[in-house]
């Protein structure tokens, strides 16, 4: 049908049909001209592909040349492709093609000149709509075989089977049943609308223009008719009943193609007995008379001129045909599987289709078709309690979002979205108390959505629930609400009142007897006071009040005030306990403490007081209480009939002295010590004076620790010191080496320690952990800060001395990379001693956000900064950004004050993208002014809006235009 629709529109336009096909750059045009003035369409001729682009103009030229007829004789020149347009001098630059010069181009011509003006279309996609046995609707692309599914319209058992299609121009799609019922489609769902009935068996639907045509399938020796069908009852009218021609005539019409005004194919057979052969036949509408191109494939009942202007049919095995209408021979291109086909119809725009997989929500796409490199978008609506879950096919991209944007579409779009069930939402409830005394809470304090709660008042005494409001308004007086099926945050008030007056009864009892107890009043107003008195025995006291007196402990009355409700208190008596007294002691003058225990006795009792002297003293006398105990460390107190108190005072102790004396083993030699007699504490020395040839041996006694030295020092003496010392020949040519630790922790050996004349010793220095060698000092001082120190050639003792030095700290380093994504990542400090920290800090470029920390940082999520502590080793970590989502932003227009109308598409668009308002003024009518996101347009009825940030609104009000004026 659509290679009528062109024929229709061009003779409109006065334009010849397309005449040409040919290929520029890699794309099919089918090329046509006007032969009129250039400025009575100059709107037409400036969208062309080529205007402004005069290289462009004359590659259209060279491709054309003259084969849509010599448009200027008289210098056999084609037809012109117009580049340019001066409306004030009505000049046009165009190039077209001479066959003595070839493609040719200027800038001055004249538009009402005597040529011709070229248009070239972009030959369109090979789309069709189609429908199966069952009343599945599809989009079939029959460049590639793809098909999508639209939806079912509708089950065959109730409506029966759908045997054609047909689209209007106006873009409705229709279709007829086996039983003549016309229906109308919804391209978006396949839902379908029952207009009515034809009263025929309808096998073939075509639009010829706005005229919807359709062929009757009947039984028997019946011709083959066409119909004019009424699209909005249903009703049919016969056009033309074919006629007899050689070789029979045409009987059960299975299928129906416009091809012009006056003529259609038609898909038929002219031997009733053989079925499985069909002819394809184009038929006069006028006359009737039929002329049969040849025989078709078997089992077709499905055919269309596409949007390439070539027929296309569909076979009941899933085949797709290019059909040839002078033979009627079908060429194979491809298959679309098994669906069994039985209507379709060309498709004016691409489809673009989405459905639900599973239910739980609705999707659509606006628009539903669209042209070649357009825009579409795809919108969800889940059902309540349901959201995205994920789409499949043309708008896999858009993930769980509820949009999906579909640009620059080449090709049929077919998507699928699934819906999962919305996590339940999470809902506060929470009462307070609004007046009165009491309390409220509700339990539990949080619920899921559907979930319920118990909200419970709590009067205080004496009052009762007043009332309930918000959400537990329903609940009146009671104490308790009850909230169920929650969907939103619940919020409540309770308030209480006072109880009316009452009077109550006030009783107290003795428990245990050896007293009594009364109360007066014992009969009280609500609020009223009562004083209970207990009365013990002689030699008895109040132990303990409980119930009602509970907090009046032992006193011998209780008050109680603001009574509410009955009282009942009880009361114990216990004999009185013997008189207490107290025990004390102090010391007089100091230098020592004293205590006493028990310091608190009964009538009778004893206690003992004890004096501690510091150190060098001792126990001088006791005085008062305890002064019978003259210089004891301890006082007994017995018999205790009243509070005692006691003094103690300390004296210096007198300072002993002690000997001092020392004796030699085996002679050979003398010692004496000095002084021979010291006071405690003080110190004293003994010196051992060796024979010649002889040397000390060592000390016994007090100055064992002297060794061989000669002098023993005793300090800080507490005792007699007594020491013997021997004597032992001095070796020939023998020396000492010693070493020893001045600073720091470690240790130190030398070997051998004694060496004869001339020998050698090795001292080693061992450090403690966390310790290195700082340095040696004295014979080993050149050996500076090494592990051992080498004595050579011994002469002489050898003494020796090393220091330790803490081990510097460990140093590490710390770094992080870049994994993936935009974005950049530092360290500081890179490198730190052992146990210090470190921070990283990643920085996303713009649009980009952090994905992950791994490595060292990955306990740092999607953090900016990742901190390390306490570091033993080389750190490193990587991290990883990852694109922000593109927001997207509405774009909304509305009219102040009427007078028109104006919308605004696309919208939503993605941030970034363009989109447009276009006011429209009612007639007499013409656009004031714009406010909002449009203010720049000033009286322009078309506003653009680029590179969108945020939601687009605005407002556009019209006026009225003013009447013209003239000049007389």
């Known amino acids: 049908m659509k290679k009528v629709l062109a024929f229709v529109i061009l003779l409109a336009m006065s334009l010849r049909v397309f005449a040409l096909t040919v290929n520029v750059n890699g794309t099919d045009y089918d090329v046509n001209y006007y032969p009129v003035p250039f400025k009575n369409y100059q709107t037409l001729f400036e969208n062309q592909v080529w205007w402004g682009n005069q290289s462009l103009a004359r590659d259209f030229a060279d491709a054309v040349k003259y084969q849509l007829g010599i448009v200027n004789p008289a210098g056999n020149d084609g037809p012109y492709f117009a580049f340019s347009y ?279 796409c606006s628009p539903a078709g669209v042209a070649l490199g357009s825009s579409s978008a795809c919108t969800t609506l889940p059902a309540i309690g349901y959201q995205v879950q994920n789409w ?7 993930g769980s979002n509820a ?50 709660s118990s909200c419970t008042a709590v009067p205080g005494p004496g009052d009762q629930v007043a009332g309930w409001s918000g959400a537990c308004a329903s609940a009146g007086t009671n104490t308790q609400c009850s909230l169920t099926n929650i969907q939103a945050n619940q919020s409540s008030t309770v308030s209480f009142s006072a109880l009316p007056p009452a009077s109550y009864h006030v009783s107290a009892t003795v428990t245990g007897g050896n007293g009594s107890v009364s109360c007066n009043p014992t009969t009280v107003s609500k609020g009223g006071n009562s004083t209970c008195t207990a009365v013990p025995d002689a030699g008895y006291q109040v132990q303990a009040w409980t119930d009602a007196c509970a907090a009046w402990g032992s006193q011998a009355q209780c008050y109680l005030s603001k009574i509410r409700a ?70 007994a107190l017995t018999n205790i009939q009243s509070d005692q108190s006691a003094t103690v005072s300390f004296a210096t102790l007198p300072v002993p002295t002690y000997n001092l004396s020392a004796t030699v083993a085996g ?105 290195q060698v700082a340095r040696w000092g004295d014979d080993c001082a050149g050996w500076g800060a090494q592990t051992q120190c080498y004595l050579t050639k011994i002469k002489a003792d050898k003494t020796a001395t090393v ?35 470190s921070s990283c800090t990643a920085v996303p470029d713009a649009g980009w956000q952090i994905q992950g920390w791994s490595s060292a940082c990955a306990a740092a999520g999607v953090n900016p900064q990742c901190d390390l502590t306490n570091i033993q080793a080389n750190q490193s970590a990587t991290v990883s950004f990852a694109a922000l989502p593109v927001p997207n932003f509405t774009v909304s227009a509305t009219v102040d004050g009427g007078n028109g109308t104006v919308s605004c598409a696309p919208s939503p668009v993605p941030q970034g993208d363009s989109s447009s308002c276009t006011a429209v003024p009612d007639a007499g009518y013409q656009v004031a002014a714009w406010t909002g996101a449009c203010v720049a347009t000033g009286h322009v009825v078309d506003c653009a809006l680029s590179n969108i940030q945020a939601d687009q609104t605005s407002t556009v009000r019209f006026e009225p235009i003013p009447p013209a004026s003239y000049t007389v």
Not at 317 to 344: E, F, K, L
Not at 407 to 435: D, R
Not at 812 to 823: E, H, K, Q
Request: glycine content about 12%.
């Open 392 to 398: 499949t096919g043309s708008c896999a991209a858009a």
């Open 566 to 635: 009955d009282q009942s208190a009880t009361v114990s008596f216990a004999p009185i306990p013997p008189a207490n007294y107290n025990v004390s002691a102090t010391v007089n003058g100091g230098n020592g403490h004293v205590s006493c225990s028990p310091t608190t006795v009964t009538a009778g009792g004893a206690s003992t007081c004890t004096a501690v002297p510091d150190a060098g003293y001792q126990v001088q006398s006791w005085g008062n209480a305890c002064a019978s105990a003259g210089s004891l460390a301890q006082c």
């Open 403 to 452: 949009y999906c944007l579909l640009n620059n579409i080449q090709t049929l779009q077919c998507s699928t979205v699934s819906f999962v069930a919305t996590p339940p939402a999470t809902y506060s409830v929470s009462a307070v108390v609004s007046a009165g005394s009491g309390s409220v809470s509700c339990t539990p304090a949080n619920v899921s959505a559907g979930g319920s």
């Open 667 to 771: 002679g050979n030699g003398a010692v004496s010590c000095t002084p021979s007699s010291v006071p405690q504490g003080d110190s004293g020395s003994c010196t051992a004076v060796p024979n010649p040839g002889y040397q000390v041996g060592s000390w016994t006694g007090a100055c064992q620790a002297a060794g061989t030295s000669a002098d023993c020092a005793l300090s800080n003496i507490q005792a007699d010191q007594v020491s013997t010392v021997s004597f032992t020949p001095i070796p020939v040519n023998t020396y000492h080496v010693n070493a020893s630790v001045t600073l720091g922790h470690g240790a130190v050996s030398c070997t051998p320690n004694t060496v004869t004349s001339g020998g050698n010793s090795a001292c080693t220095a061992v450090p403690d952990a966390g310790y």
């Open 86 to 364: 001066n409306s004030n001098t009505d000049i046009v630059g165009g190039c077209y093609y001479n066959s003595a010069n070839g493609a040719q181009c200027t800038t001055n011509l004249t538009s009402g000149g005597a040529h011709g003006y070229a248009v070239a279309q972009p030959i369109a996609n090979k789309l069709a709509y189609a429908v199966d046995n069952q009343n599945n609707i599809y989009s079939v692309d029959f460049a590639n075989g793809a098909t999508c599914l639209i939806g079912n319209a509708g089950s065959i058992a109730i409506i029966s089977t759908m045997e054609s299609l047909a689209l209007s121009p106006s873009g409705v799609l229709y279709a007829v049943t086996t039983s003549g019922d016309l229906y109308s489609i919804d391209k978006d769902t396949a839902a379908s609308t029952l207009i009515g009935n034809t009263g025929h068996n309808m096998a073939g639907l075509d639009f010829s223009g706005a005229t919807l045509l359709g062929t009757q399938w009947v039984p028997g020796q019946t011709p083959a008719a066409v119909y004019e069908i009424n699209t909005s009852t249903g009703g049919a009218t016969l056009v033309q009943t074919s006629s007899a021609i050689s070789g029979g005539a045409l009987f059960q019409s299975a299928a129906l193609a416009v091809e012009n005004a006056n003529t259609v194919q038609l898909l038929a057979y002219q031997d009733i007995s053989n079925r499985n052969q069909g002819v394809l036949a184009a038929m006069d509408l006028s006359s009737g008379a039929a002329t049969i191109a040849g025989a078709t494939v078997n089992d077709v009942y499905a055919m269309d001129y596409l949007g390439d202007g070539h027929l296309y049919a569909l076979g009941r095995d899933g085949a797709m045909y290019r059909v040839n209408p002078a033979t009627g021979a079908m060429t194979s291109i491809g298959d679309t599987g098994n669906q069994v086909w039985t209507g379709m119809t060309a498709a004016e725009l691409i489809p673009v289709t989405a459905r639900v997989n599973g239910g739980n929500g609705t999707v659509s």
């Open 803 to 837: 220091s330790f030095a803490p081990l510097p700290p460990a140093s590490y380093t710390v770094s992080a990379t870049v994994s993936a994504g935009n974005g950049h990542v530092s360290c500081t400090p890179s490198t730190v001693t052992a146990g210090g920290g």
